[in-house]
């Protein structure tokens, strides 16, 4: 059974750097037809896509968080992570990973299941 | 401000329906992409539950059903239970952004 399980830290300081990784287990990233994403949700802007990686590298991105976001895999420990740089009060969320299942490797077209429990990340001072 | 909008809240009494659309645009739901669906209880995790606008996953009760016409989508839910209280959220692609865009959410409340 799929499962994917996100860490990091809960509390980061403005203008610092957010990193979190998305632990899966039950299946190996290093599956063809699958990205792993990486979605958001805060209170005012409900769920946001922040972007999803294929294990051949190939990244998309929320054209909002470009510049500030890099997505990387670890097929040797099966992990997807995440990095946003310079962050701001606006970045305070629950932070999910899921699997995205694209119709094909060129686009992110598809859904996204299962997702991990998510993980709250409060940006403050 | 969420790329597809959907009610922000529905109701419903127990044993009756309840329909949440979800509108979008010609660069979404318009283009056409395919809508999906999601169920999320109070302090879990988003579930899916409708992928490809009308294909249920395994396990999901046939009392859940969606459908597309041209920039919108329904998710429609018949026979309410106490249990399907939930916020729904759709989800599509946008071709002018390349990713994934979501609704803002539609709270159900069972009566």
């Known amino acids: 059974q799929l499962q994917l399980q996100e860490s990091g830290p809960g509390l980061v300081k403005p203008s610092e750097t957010l990193s979190l990784t998305c632990t899966v287990s039950g299946a190996p990233i290093r599956r063809s037809s699958y990205y792993w994403g990486w979605i958001r949700q805060t209170p005012g802007k409900g769920l946001e896509w922040i972007g999803s990686?294929?294990?051949?590298?190939?990244?998309y991105s929320n054209p909002s968080l470009k510049g500030r976001l890099t997505i990387s895999v670890d097929m040797a420990k099966n992990q997807v992570s995440l990095r946003l740089s310079s962050v701001t009060a606006a970045d305070t969320a629950v932070y999910y990973c899921?699997?995205?299942?694209?119709?094909?490797?060129?686009?992110?077209?598809?859904?996204?299941?299962?997702w991990g429990q998510g993980t709250l990340v409060t940006v403050s001072s | 401000q969420s790329v597809l909008t959907q009610p922000p809240s529905v109701s419903g009494a127990p044993g009756q329906g309840v329909t949440i659309s979800c509108t979008g645009s010609d660069s979404n739901i318009g283009a056409p992409h395919d809508v999906h669906w999601y169920q999320q209880l109070p302090g879990t995790a988003p579930k899916l539950l409708i992928y490809?606008?009308?294909k249920r996953p395994s396990g999901v009760p046939d009392r859940f059903s969606g459908s597309k016409s041209d920039t919108s989508a329904s998710l429609v839910i018949t026979g309410l239970q106490a249990e399907d209280e939930a916020d729904y959220y759709c989800?599509?692609?946008?071709?002018?952004?390349?990713?994934?865009?979501f609704g803002g959410g539609t709270k159900l409340t069972v009566l």
């Open positions: 990686i294929h294990y051949s590298g190939n990244t």
């Open positions: 490809g606008n009308n």
């Open positions: 899921g699997r995205h299942l694209a119709y094909n490797v060129g686009s992110v077209r598809g859904w996204f299941d299962p």
């Open positions: 989800q599509s692609y946008d071709s002018s952004m390349s990713g994934s865009v």
